[in-house]
């Protein structure tokens, strides 16, 4: 080929690509105007899922406080666990419309299983709740024991009895191929072994029924294979090599000695030492990590990663203590809240929460939006070339928010009706540690007709995959059109 040819050839192919690259720009030109909003900063409304003021659960709706996303909710080893030639298994009667009323309220559930309760109220009952034929055989072999409490008998067993431990962790194995991952369960405490599922004797007298570290280990390495998603929680670091396992856990003596507030201010130690309840796992929790040279200090940053939680003691509501919601007992509960990095509490329950008309009440919803969470949109930057939207959202917390619920955008046209959606499935909510910043990005599709849009976006509630009723994730902004959807911009197509 001669070289006129080649370059006739050259000339052609460029004339063509040109030719080409005209059409497409004439075909599919547009000119996109992106004008984001401006976002301001306001505590997010209270409830707001997963964090705050906890209430036990309840059958009737109007026993559940209105301000509450949470519900404890305590099952007997005997009415969820059938055991039977030895093998245990799971009695999801026991749970699951338990889990559909949590649901149809918008709430999640903090479950704990447990077999032992000094106290229960009720005249036939010793209890200790063990399936019948479980609890016949452990009697058998010579494992049960009874004391009196509180002018009642007090029945309870040896803990580190083979049968019982098979018992428990086939149970536990069973229990998390059932309930794993399931939305409305916002964590399980790995209760089962002591008084109330607590991991303490309390009110039986015989120190053989104390499980040993190497058993209650076991117990805890069956919950943690069992339970890969769903958040788990103990009762105590030090015991059973707890603090080896990604879990978090929960003070049920909140507040006593919680904290080294005392240090801090000499009315509370002045209160804690007037009455005889010294004792607090988050206590026991704070000496273990600043004891042994050190060597712990690592879970300080446990909560990173893992909840934290509890339960505020009746005590608190007896003198020498006064209300909660003012003085002293309110900076140690804030002190306590944020040295622990704590996202919910429960125990305040409907007697607990000031009158609606008061001052006090608006103080109790001021400290449930200091628990855990506070995520709110910074800015937002629209780049017209590319259609792209890019947020940036921070946590105003104390604490992330432990599950990846992603984001949804969407446009909606002039008349209101949505014309695109869009989820980042990428995003992780769970890394959105306080004080720390994150971007997710919203990008606009090439076939919007001429027109004017806004764009929007929300977290969405995983509970949406079993109820309709969920509670929206609120942000800590007020540009919401609607609970738990905020507009971020103005998008125009020309």
Not at 34 to 61: H, W
Not at 252 to 260: I, K, L, V, Y
Not at 315 to 344: D, R
Request: glycine share 8%.
């Amino acid at each position: 080929m001669n070289s006129f040819v080649v370059r006739v050839t050259r000339s052609a192919a460029l004339c063509f690509l040109a030719v080409a690259m005209l059409l497409s720009v004439s075909c599919g030109s547009r000119k996109v105007t992106i004008t984001p909003y401006a976002f301001t900063y306001q505590p997010s409304l209270v409830p707001n899922p997963m964090k705050g003021f906890a209430s036990f659960y309840r059958e009737k709706d109007e026993k559940i406080p209105t301000d509450s996303s949470l519900e404890y909710v305590g099952l007997k080893f005997s009415e969820i666990c059938t055991w039977e030639n030895g093998k245990s298994s799971v009695n999801p009667e026991a749970l699951d419309p338990t889990l559909e009323a949590i649901a149809n309220r918008g709430h999640n559930a903090i479950l704990r299983v447990y077999m032992l309760y000094p106290g229960y109220n009720s005249e036939d009952c010793t209890g200790l709740f063990l399936p019948d034929a479980l609890y016949e055989k452990i009697k058998t072999e010579g494992d049960i024991y009874a004391n009196q409490y509180e002018g009642s008998r007090l029945e309870y067993p040896d803990f580190n009895n083979q049968t019982l431990l098979t018992a428990m962790t086939d149970f536990v194995r069973a229990f998390g191929k059932l309930y794993d991952g399931n939305p409305t369960i916002a964590t399980v405490q790995m209760g089962l072994y002591g008084s109330w599922g607590e991991w303490n004797m309390a009110g039986c007298q015989n120190s053989k029924c104390v499980m040993t570290d190497d058993n209650l280990n076991r117990l805890i390495e069956a919950y943690t294979a069992a339970f890969k998603h769903t958040k788990l929680m103990a009762r105590n670091p030090s015991l059973g090599r707890a603090y080896d396992y990604a879990i978090g856990f929960h003070d049920d003596n909140f507040m006593f000695n919680t904290s080294d507030f005392h240090k801090q201010n000499a009315q509370w130690k002045s209160l804690l030492k007037k009455q005889h309840w010294t004792y607090g796992t988050l206590q026991q929790f704070h000496d273990f990590m600043d004891g042994n040279n050190g060597q712990y200090a690592p879970l300080w940053d446990r909560w990173e990663t893992q909840m934290f939680g509890g339960e505020l003691s009746g005590q608190m509501y007896q003198p020498p203590f006064g209300s909660l919601w003012s003085g002293t007992e309110h900076e140690a509960l804030l002190y306590c809240i944020g040295q622990f990095h704590v996202s919910w509490i429960m125990g305040v329950g409907v007697d607990g929460i000031p009158k609606t008309d008061s001052t006090e009440y608006q103080t109790y919803l001021e400290t449930a939006g200091r628990f855990g969470y506070d995520i709110g949109l910074v800015s937002a930057e629209g780049k017209d070339r590319f259609g792209t939207i890019t947020v940036t959202l921070t946590n105003y917390g104390v604490a992330p928010f432990y599950y990846d619920w992603p984001i949804e955008y969407w446009l909606t046209d002039s008349d209101g009706a949505t014309v695109f959606t869009y989820r980042d499935d990428d995003f992780r909510l769970s890394e959105l540690l306080p004080d720390t910043t994150a971007q997710s990005e919203m990008l606009l599709p090439d076939d919007l007709k001429a027109g004017e849009y806004t764009a929007c976006l929300r977290f969405v509630n995983s509970s949406e995959s079993v109820s309709k009723k969920v509670m929206p994730l609120r942000l800590a902004n007020d540009h919401a059109v609607r609970d738990g959807v905020y507009e971020i911009a103005h998008v125009t197509i020309e």
